[in-house]
Protein backbone atom coordinates (compact mmCIF):
# COMPACT_ATOMS: atom_id res chain seq x y z
CA UNK A 1 0.00 0.00 0.00
CA UNK A 2 1.58 3.56 -0.96
CA UNK A 3 1.43 6.06 1.61
CA UNK A 4 -1.11 8.99 1.60
CA UNK A 5 -0.90 12.97 1.52
CA UNK A 6 -3.26 15.31 1.48
CA UNK A 7 -0.14 17.67 -0.16
CA UNK A 8 2.75 16.67 -1.84
CA UNK A 9 5.58 19.40 -3.15
CA UNK A 10 8.34 18.39 -5.44
CA UNK A 11 10.91 20.51 -4.96
CA UNK A 12 12.85 21.50 -1.55
CA UNK A 13 14.47 25.01 -2.49
CA UNK A 14 13.35 28.28 -0.54
CA UNK A 15 9.57 28.31 -2.29
CA UNK A 16 9.01 24.12 -1.59
CA UNK A 17 10.03 23.72 1.97
CA UNK A 18 8.16 26.90 2.77
CA UNK A 19 4.86 25.79 1.27
CA UNK A 20 5.23 22.58 2.92
CA UNK A 21 5.93 23.68 6.52
CA UNK A 22 3.00 25.95 5.97
CA UNK A 23 0.68 23.51 4.85
CA UNK A 24 1.63 21.26 7.81
CA UNK A 25 1.16 23.92 10.08
CA UNK A 26 -2.13 24.41 8.47
CA UNK A 27 -3.02 20.46 9.30
CA UNK A 28 -2.48 19.19 6.11
CA UNK A 29 -0.37 15.60 6.20
CA UNK A 30 2.27 16.82 3.77
CA UNK A 31 5.22 15.16 1.66
CA UNK A 32 8.16 17.06 0.33
CA UNK A 33 10.13 15.05 -2.11
CA UNK A 34 14.14 16.80 -2.83
CA UNK A 35 16.21 15.23 -5.48
CA UNK A 36 19.23 17.26 -4.39
CA UNK A 37 20.14 14.96 -0.95
CA UNK A 38 20.18 18.10 1.10
CA UNK A 39 17.48 20.65 1.57
CA UNK A 40 17.24 24.31 0.79
CA UNK A 41 17.42 24.03 -3.56
CA UNK A 42 19.86 26.01 -5.49
CA UNK A 43 19.29 29.11 -2.94
CA UNK A 44 20.96 27.27 0.16
CA UNK A 45 22.80 25.16 -2.06
CA UNK A 46 24.87 26.68 -5.35
CA UNK A 47 23.39 29.93 -4.89
CA UNK A 48 22.14 32.57 -2.30
CA UNK A 49 23.78 31.77 0.48
CA UNK A 50 27.49 30.35 -0.49
CA UNK A 51 27.44 33.46 -2.85
CA UNK A 52 27.28 35.64 0.44
CA UNK A 53 29.20 33.72 2.41
CA UNK A 54 31.85 34.54 -0.52
CA UNK A 55 31.27 37.92 -1.04
CA UNK A 56 31.43 38.57 2.37
CA UNK A 57 34.28 37.15 2.74
CA UNK A 58 36.38 38.60 -0.22
CA UNK A 59 35.13 42.02 0.85
CA UNK A 60 37.14 41.35 4.45
CA UNK A 61 39.82 40.49 2.18
CA UNK A 62 39.53 43.55 0.40
CA UNK A 63 39.27 46.18 3.24
CA UNK A 64 42.40 44.44 4.97
CA UNK A 65 44.66 45.31 2.18
CA UNK A 66 43.35 48.96 2.67
CA UNK A 67 43.20 49.16 6.69
CA UNK A 68 46.78 50.74 6.71
CA UNK A 69 44.96 53.88 5.30
CA UNK A 70 42.73 53.57 8.41
CA UNK A 71 45.34 53.58 10.69
CA UNK A 72 45.39 49.88 11.66
CA UNK A 73 48.88 48.60 10.74
CA UNK A 74 48.97 44.47 9.58
CA UNK A 75 51.37 42.44 8.15
CA UNK A 76 52.18 39.29 5.67
CA UNK A 77 48.17 39.11 4.56
CA UNK A 78 47.51 36.42 2.62
CA UNK A 79 44.74 34.35 1.13
CA UNK A 80 43.89 30.96 1.79
CA UNK A 81 41.48 30.39 -0.39
CA UNK A 82 40.69 26.54 0.37
CA UNK A 83 39.83 27.73 4.16
CA UNK A 84 37.78 30.26 2.58
CA UNK A 85 35.56 27.85 0.61
CA UNK A 86 35.52 25.64 4.19
CA UNK A 87 33.89 28.55 6.01
CA UNK A 88 31.75 28.82 3.04
CA UNK A 89 30.45 25.39 3.01
CA UNK A 90 29.96 25.26 6.80
CA UNK A 91 27.21 28.00 6.50
CA UNK A 92 25.75 26.07 3.94
CA UNK A 93 25.63 22.72 5.87
CA UNK A 94 24.21 24.41 9.15
CA UNK A 95 21.17 26.26 6.94
CA UNK A 96 20.60 23.14 5.54
CA UNK A 97 20.75 20.86 8.36
CA UNK A 98 18.54 23.64 9.95
CA UNK A 99 15.89 23.50 7.05
CA UNK A 100 15.46 19.34 7.72
CA UNK A 101 15.21 19.89 11.51
CA UNK A 102 11.85 22.81 10.61
CA UNK A 103 10.59 19.34 8.80
CA UNK A 104 10.91 17.52 11.89
CA UNK A 105 9.48 19.86 13.92
CA UNK A 106 6.37 20.46 12.01
CA UNK A 107 5.92 16.57 11.07
CA UNK A 108 6.56 16.89 7.05
CA UNK A 109 7.86 13.53 5.72
CA UNK A 110 10.76 14.47 3.39
CA UNK A 111 11.49 12.15 0.59
CA UNK A 112 15.04 12.08 -0.95
CA UNK A 113 14.99 11.35 -4.43
CA UNK A 114 13.28 12.45 -7.72
CA UNK A 115 9.71 12.90 -7.93
CA UNK A 116 7.75 12.62 -11.14
CA UNK A 117 3.94 12.15 -12.06
CA UNK A 118 2.30 8.56 -12.77
CA UNK A 119 -0.78 10.24 -12.57
CA UNK A 120 -2.04 13.81 -10.94
CA UNK A 121 -3.24 11.79 -7.67
CA UNK A 122 0.17 9.18 -7.98
CA UNK A 123 3.77 10.25 -8.09
CA UNK A 124 6.84 8.27 -8.26
CA UNK A 125 9.80 8.77 -6.78
CA UNK A 126 12.81 7.09 -7.71
CA UNK A 127 15.55 7.19 -4.52
CA UNK A 128 19.06 7.87 -4.19
CA UNK A 129 19.40 4.11 -4.11
CA UNK A 130 17.23 3.90 -7.54
CA UNK A 131 14.58 2.36 -5.80
CA UNK A 132 10.97 3.60 -6.89
CA UNK A 133 8.59 4.66 -4.07
CA UNK A 134 4.83 5.68 -4.77
CA UNK A 135 2.84 7.91 -2.84
CA UNK A 136 -0.65 9.09 -3.14
CA UNK A 137 -1.89 12.69 -2.84
CA UNK A 138 -4.87 14.87 -3.14
CA UNK A 139 -2.99 17.63 -4.03
CA UNK A 140 0.72 18.80 -5.31
CA UNK A 141 2.81 21.56 -5.78
CA UNK A 142 5.11 21.78 -7.98
CA UNK A 143 8.43 24.10 -6.63
CA UNK A 144 11.32 22.46 -8.66
CA UNK A 145 13.14 25.84 -9.03
CA UNK A 146 15.16 26.55 -12.46
CA UNK A 147 18.83 25.75 -13.98
CA UNK A 148 21.49 27.99 -15.77
CA UNK A 149 21.32 28.78 -19.28
CA UNK A 150 24.23 28.07 -20.96
CA UNK A 151 25.35 29.99 -25.04
CA UNK A 152 23.75 27.25 -27.53
CA UNK A 153 26.35 24.75 -28.52
CA UNK A 154 28.39 25.25 -25.29
CA UNK A 155 28.14 23.22 -22.33
CA UNK A 156 29.75 23.91 -18.88
CA UNK A 157 31.97 21.62 -17.76
CA UNK A 158 32.25 23.81 -14.34
CA UNK A 159 36.28 24.13 -14.30
CA UNK A 160 36.87 26.65 -17.59
CA UNK A 161 33.51 27.13 -18.89
CA UNK A 162 31.44 28.02 -15.34
CA UNK A 163 28.11 28.26 -14.71
CA UNK A 164 27.32 30.57 -11.05
CA UNK A 165 27.49 26.87 -9.66
CA UNK A 166 31.47 25.85 -10.69
CA UNK A 167 32.00 30.03 -9.92
CA UNK A 168 31.10 29.52 -6.50
CA UNK A 169 33.95 26.26 -6.19
CA UNK A 170 36.86 27.33 -8.03
CA UNK A 171 40.12 25.92 -6.87
CA UNK A 172 42.33 28.74 -7.04
CA UNK A 173 41.93 32.32 -8.61
CA UNK A 174 42.05 32.80 -12.05
CA UNK A 175 44.11 35.27 -13.85
CA UNK A 176 41.97 36.43 -15.90
CA UNK A 177 38.08 35.40 -15.64
CA UNK A 178 35.11 36.61 -18.48
CA UNK A 179 31.81 37.07 -16.95
CA UNK A 180 29.33 36.73 -20.36
CA UNK A 181 26.27 38.65 -19.02
CA UNK A 182 25.93 41.75 -17.31
CA UNK A 183 23.16 40.40 -15.03
CA UNK A 184 22.96 40.03 -10.74
CA UNK A 185 24.67 37.18 -11.19
CA UNK A 186 27.42 37.69 -13.12
CA UNK A 187 28.00 41.06 -11.46
CA UNK A 188 28.41 39.35 -7.87
CA UNK A 189 30.78 36.25 -8.61
CA UNK A 190 32.62 38.54 -10.87
CA UNK A 191 33.07 41.15 -7.83
CA UNK A 192 34.33 38.17 -5.76
CA UNK A 193 37.26 36.99 -7.91
CA UNK A 194 38.37 40.71 -8.66
CA UNK A 195 38.42 41.36 -4.88
CA UNK A 196 40.47 38.19 -5.09
CA UNK A 197 43.11 38.89 -7.54
CA UNK A 198 41.25 37.84 -10.89
CA UNK A 199 41.31 39.98 -13.75
CA UNK A 200 37.61 40.31 -14.53
CA UNK A 201 35.74 41.56 -17.83
CA UNK A 202 32.21 41.51 -18.17
CA UNK A 203 30.61 41.33 -22.33
CA UNK A 204 26.94 42.58 -22.50
CA UNK A 205 25.13 42.38 -25.54
CA UNK A 206 23.01 44.92 -24.34
CA UNK A 207 24.23 48.72 -23.96
CA UNK A 208 24.27 48.70 -20.32
CA UNK A 209 24.15 46.29 -17.46
CA UNK A 210 21.54 44.60 -15.44
CA UNK A 211 18.75 44.76 -17.70
CA UNK A 212 15.40 45.97 -16.02
CA UNK A 213 16.99 48.20 -13.38
CA UNK A 214 16.18 51.59 -12.94
CA UNK A 215 18.66 53.01 -15.68
CA UNK A 216 20.06 55.86 -13.34
CA UNK A 217 20.84 53.62 -11.17
CA UNK A 218 22.22 50.95 -13.50
CA UNK A 219 24.66 53.49 -15.04
CA UNK A 220 25.84 55.16 -11.97
CA UNK A 221 26.61 51.03 -10.80
CA UNK A 222 28.30 50.62 -14.07
CA UNK A 223 30.73 53.46 -13.02
CA UNK A 224 31.20 52.13 -9.43
CA UNK A 225 31.93 48.50 -10.99
CA UNK A 226 34.77 49.70 -13.54
CA UNK A 227 36.52 52.37 -11.03
CA UNK A 228 37.10 48.71 -8.73
CA UNK A 229 38.76 47.54 -11.72
CA UNK A 230 36.38 45.25 -13.62
CA UNK A 231 36.18 46.26 -17.50
CA UNK A 232 32.90 46.25 -19.33
CA UNK A 233 32.61 44.64 -23.25
CA UNK A 234 29.26 46.46 -24.39
CA UNK A 235 27.38 45.82 -27.90
CA UNK A 236 29.38 42.83 -27.79
CA UNK A 237 27.81 39.55 -29.03
CA UNK A 238 29.58 35.97 -27.88
CA UNK A 239 29.61 33.88 -31.15
CA UNK A 240 31.53 31.01 -30.28
CA UNK A 241 33.15 29.35 -26.98
CA UNK A 242 36.46 27.09 -27.38
CA UNK A 243 38.42 25.67 -24.91
CA UNK A 244 41.83 24.45 -24.90
CA UNK A 245 44.20 22.90 -21.96
CA UNK A 246 44.90 25.95 -20.63
CA UNK A 247 42.83 28.60 -21.60
CA UNK A 248 39.41 29.79 -23.23
CA UNK A 249 39.12 31.32 -26.48
CA UNK A 250 35.97 33.63 -27.12
CA UNK A 251 34.65 34.91 -30.38
CA UNK A 252 32.95 38.37 -30.20
CA UNK A 253 31.39 40.69 -32.01
CA UNK A 254 32.29 44.13 -30.73
CA UNK A 255 30.84 47.25 -30.39
CA UNK A 256 32.24 48.49 -33.81
CA UNK A 257 31.12 45.20 -35.60
CA UNK A 258 34.75 43.83 -35.56
CA UNK A 259 35.08 40.47 -34.77
CA UNK A 260 37.50 40.02 -32.14
CA UNK A 261 38.67 36.98 -29.92
CA UNK A 262 39.48 36.88 -26.21
CA UNK A 263 41.06 34.59 -24.02
CA UNK A 264 40.66 34.13 -20.31
CA UNK A 265 41.19 31.06 -17.72
CA UNK A 266 37.91 30.59 -17.05
CA UNK A 267 34.61 31.92 -18.49
CA UNK A 268 31.39 32.11 -16.59
CA UNK A 269 28.38 32.04 -18.41
CA UNK A 270 25.83 34.00 -17.09
CA UNK A 271 22.69 34.76 -19.29
CA UNK A 272 20.11 33.59 -17.40
CA UNK A 273 18.16 30.79 -16.19
CA UNK A 274 15.56 28.28 -17.31
CA UNK A 275 12.41 26.06 -15.50
CA UNK A 276 13.71 22.86 -13.99
CA UNK A 277 10.95 20.45 -15.02
CA UNK A 278 12.39 17.75 -17.66
CA UNK A 279 12.12 14.99 -15.01
CA UNK A 280 8.82 15.64 -13.82
CA UNK A 281 6.78 13.65 -16.75
CA UNK A 282 4.38 16.87 -17.34
CA UNK A 283 3.03 15.43 -19.93
CA UNK A 284 2.20 11.97 -18.26
CA UNK A 285 -0.36 14.12 -15.93
CA UNK A 286 -1.20 16.72 -19.39
CA UNK A 287 -0.08 20.00 -17.63
CA UNK A 288 0.52 22.62 -19.57
CA UNK A 289 3.64 24.85 -20.92
CA UNK A 290 4.19 28.22 -22.33
CA UNK A 291 6.41 28.93 -25.05
CA UNK A 292 9.03 29.58 -22.71
CA UNK A 293 8.84 26.42 -20.95
CA UNK A 294 6.95 27.78 -17.61
CA UNK A 295 4.03 26.22 -16.22
CA UNK A 296 1.21 27.64 -16.97
CA UNK A 297 -1.10 28.83 -13.56
CA UNK A 298 -3.87 31.36 -12.53
CA UNK A 299 -4.20 33.60 -10.28
CA UNK A 300 -4.60 30.85 -7.28
CA UNK A 301 -1.37 28.94 -8.55
CA UNK A 302 -3.58 26.58 -10.24
CA UNK A 303 -2.33 24.42 -13.32
CA UNK A 304 -4.68 23.29 -16.07
CA UNK A 305 -5.46 20.20 -13.95
CA UNK A 306 -7.71 20.34 -11.20
CA UNK A 307 -5.47 20.17 -7.67
CA UNK A 308 -1.74 20.30 -9.02
CA UNK A 309 -0.33 23.88 -8.59
CA UNK A 310 3.12 25.47 -9.26
CA UNK A 311 5.33 28.16 -7.48
CA UNK A 312 8.78 30.04 -7.63
CA UNK A 313 11.01 29.85 -10.95
CA UNK A 314 8.50 27.30 -12.73
CA UNK A 315 5.97 30.06 -12.95
CA UNK A 316 6.08 33.77 -14.51
CA UNK A 317 7.92 36.11 -12.67
CA UNK A 318 11.34 37.59 -11.27
CA UNK A 319 13.28 34.34 -10.53
CA UNK A 320 14.13 35.13 -6.71
CA UNK A 321 13.95 33.38 -3.62
CA UNK A 322 11.90 35.50 -1.85
CA UNK A 323 9.19 35.73 -4.27
CA UNK A 324 9.09 31.75 -4.19
CA UNK A 325 8.70 31.98 -0.69
CA UNK A 326 5.64 34.50 -0.72
CA UNK A 327 3.62 32.37 -3.55
CA UNK A 328 4.91 29.10 -0.97
CA UNK A 329 2.85 30.80 1.82
CA UNK A 330 0.38 31.86 -0.46
CA UNK A 331 -0.61 28.33 -2.46
CA UNK A 332 -0.21 26.44 1.04
CA UNK A 333 -3.09 28.94 2.77
CA UNK A 334 -5.18 28.62 -0.35
CA UNK A 335 -4.84 24.66 -0.44
CA UNK A 336 -6.08 25.06 2.99
CA UNK A 337 -9.08 27.15 2.32
CA UNK A 338 -7.60 30.38 3.43
CA UNK A 339 -7.15 33.72 1.19
CA UNK A 340 -3.30 33.35 0.52
CA UNK A 341 -1.99 36.18 -1.82
CA UNK A 342 0.91 38.20 -3.62
CA UNK A 343 1.52 41.64 -3.94
CA UNK A 344 4.22 41.35 -6.96
CA UNK A 345 4.53 45.43 -7.17
CA UNK A 346 6.18 45.25 -3.89
CA UNK A 347 8.72 42.14 -4.51
CA UNK A 348 11.89 43.73 -3.73
CA UNK A 349 15.47 42.76 -5.66
CA UNK A 350 19.36 43.20 -4.27
CA UNK A 351 22.82 43.37 -5.98
CA UNK A 352 24.89 42.02 -2.47
CA UNK A 353 27.92 43.77 -4.41
CA UNK A 354 29.61 46.70 -2.58
CA UNK A 355 28.04 49.33 -2.80
CA UNK A 356 24.68 46.74 -2.61
CA UNK A 357 22.31 47.48 -5.21
CA UNK A 358 18.49 47.44 -3.83
CA UNK A 359 14.74 48.15 -5.74
CA UNK A 360 11.58 47.76 -5.34
CA UNK A 361 8.39 48.57 -7.49
CA UNK A 362 8.28 50.71 -10.72
CA UNK A 363 11.04 52.51 -12.28
CA UNK A 364 11.53 55.20 -13.81
CA UNK A 365 11.61 53.87 -17.51
CA UNK A 366 8.57 51.95 -16.55
CA UNK A 367 6.98 54.82 -15.37
CA UNK A 368 7.69 56.98 -18.48
CA UNK A 369 6.26 54.20 -20.80
CA UNK A 370 2.67 53.78 -18.62
CA UNK A 371 2.97 57.10 -19.25
CA UNK A 372 2.68 57.99 -15.50
CA UNK A 373 3.26 61.45 -13.90
CA UNK A 374 6.15 61.57 -11.16
CA UNK A 375 7.64 63.23 -9.24
CA UNK A 376 11.23 62.39 -8.25
CA UNK A 377 13.63 62.81 -4.55
CA UNK A 378 17.13 61.84 -4.54
CA UNK A 379 19.69 62.48 -1.85
CA UNK A 380 23.15 61.02 -1.85
CA UNK A 381 25.12 59.10 0.49
CA UNK A 382 27.82 61.62 0.60
CA UNK A 383 25.74 64.03 2.76
CA UNK A 384 24.53 60.88 5.19
CA UNK A 385 26.50 60.78 8.77
CA UNK A 386 26.90 57.63 9.11
CA UNK A 387 28.18 56.60 5.51
CA UNK A 388 30.91 59.54 5.67
CA UNK A 389 32.26 58.35 8.79
CA UNK A 390 32.73 54.61 7.98
CA UNK A 391 34.36 56.05 4.08
CA UNK A 392 31.53 54.24 2.26
CA UNK A 393 29.74 57.16 0.71
CA UNK A 394 29.54 55.94 -2.86
CA UNK A 395 25.90 55.28 -4.36
CA UNK A 396 22.08 57.64 -3.68
CA UNK A 397 18.35 57.23 -2.96
CA UNK A 398 15.97 57.60 -5.60
CA UNK A 399 12.15 57.65 -4.83
CA UNK A 400 9.66 57.75 -7.27
CA UNK A 401 6.26 59.04 -6.20
CA UNK A 402 2.84 59.74 -7.60
CA UNK A 403 2.50 63.45 -9.10
CA UNK A 404 -0.86 63.77 -8.60
CA UNK A 405 -1.93 61.56 -4.71
CA UNK A 406 2.08 61.92 -3.61
CA UNK A 407 1.81 57.40 -3.40
CA UNK A 408 5.29 55.85 -3.42
CA UNK A 409 5.84 54.32 -6.81
CA UNK A 410 8.88 52.77 -7.24
CA UNK A 411 12.33 53.40 -4.69
CA UNK A 412 15.55 52.02 -5.91
CA UNK A 413 19.00 52.59 -3.84
CA UNK A 414 22.70 52.37 -4.64
CA UNK A 415 24.81 51.95 -1.36
CA UNK A 416 26.00 50.98 1.83
CA UNK A 417 23.52 48.29 3.29
CA UNK A 418 20.81 48.80 0.86
CA UNK A 419 19.64 45.47 0.85
CA UNK A 420 18.30 45.83 4.20
CA UNK A 421 17.27 49.17 4.52
CA UNK A 422 14.72 48.78 1.10
CA UNK A 423 12.93 46.80 3.62
CA UNK A 424 11.69 50.13 5.42
CA UNK A 425 10.32 50.85 1.91
CA UNK A 426 8.95 47.62 0.71
CA UNK A 427 6.81 48.08 4.43
CA UNK A 428 5.62 51.61 3.82
CA UNK A 429 4.49 50.86 -0.33
CA UNK A 430 3.04 47.65 0.97
CA UNK A 431 0.52 50.02 2.64
CA UNK A 432 0.31 52.77 0.51
CA UNK A 433 2.64 55.02 1.57
CA UNK A 434 3.27 58.62 0.95
CA UNK A 435 6.61 60.15 0.35
CA UNK A 436 5.15 62.75 2.96
CA UNK A 437 4.42 59.41 5.34
CA UNK A 438 8.10 59.13 4.82
CA UNK A 439 9.56 62.04 5.36
CA UNK A 440 7.49 62.86 8.67
CA UNK A 441 8.92 59.16 10.29
CA UNK A 442 11.76 59.88 12.49
CA UNK A 443 14.68 57.62 11.72
CA UNK A 444 17.67 57.27 14.23
CA UNK A 445 20.90 59.47 13.50
CA UNK A 446 23.30 58.42 12.29
CA UNK A 447 21.93 55.72 10.13
CA UNK A 448 22.40 55.01 6.87
CA UNK A 449 18.41 54.69 7.19
CA UNK A 450 17.90 58.63 6.99
CA UNK A 451 19.00 58.61 3.24
CA UNK A 452 15.49 57.31 2.80
CA UNK A 453 14.37 60.28 4.86
CA UNK A 454 15.96 63.34 3.11
CA UNK A 455 15.06 61.35 -0.58
CA UNK A 456 11.52 61.35 0.66
CA UNK A 457 11.85 65.28 1.38
CA UNK A 458 13.67 66.09 -1.36
CA UNK A 459 10.15 64.46 -3.74
CA UNK A 460 8.65 67.80 -2.31
CA UNK A 461 12.24 69.42 -2.72
CA UNK A 462 12.69 70.03 1.15
CA UNK A 463 15.43 67.91 2.16
CA UNK A 464 17.78 69.79 4.84
CA UNK A 465 21.14 68.04 4.16
CA UNK A 466 21.61 68.31 0.73
Not at 90 to 100: C, Q, Y
Not at 203 to 230: H, V, W
Request: aromatic letters at 6%.
Amino acid sequence: MSEKFDVTVIGGGPGGYVCAIRLSQLGLKTACIESRGSLGGTCLNVGCIPSKSLLNLSENFTKAKNFSKLGIEISDLKLNLDKMMKNKEKAVTILTKGVEFLFKKNKVSYFKGVGKFKSKNKISIIDNNNQEILIETKSTVIATGSEPTSIPGVNFDETQILSSTGALSLKKVPKKMIVVGGGYIGLEMGSVWSRLGSEVHVIEFLDFITPGMDREISNEFMKILTKQGIKFHLKTKVEKVSKSKESVLIDVLNSEGKKEKLDCDVVLISIGRKPNTKSLNLDGADIKIDEKGKIKVNKKFQTNISDVYAIGDVIDGPMLAHKAEEEGIAVAELIAGQSGHVNYDVIPGVIYTKPEVAYVGKTEEELKNSNKIYKIGKFPFMANSRAKAIDEAEGFVKILADSSTDKVLGVHIIGPHAGEIIAEVAVAMEFGASSEDIARTCHAHPTFSEAIKEAALSVDKRQIHS
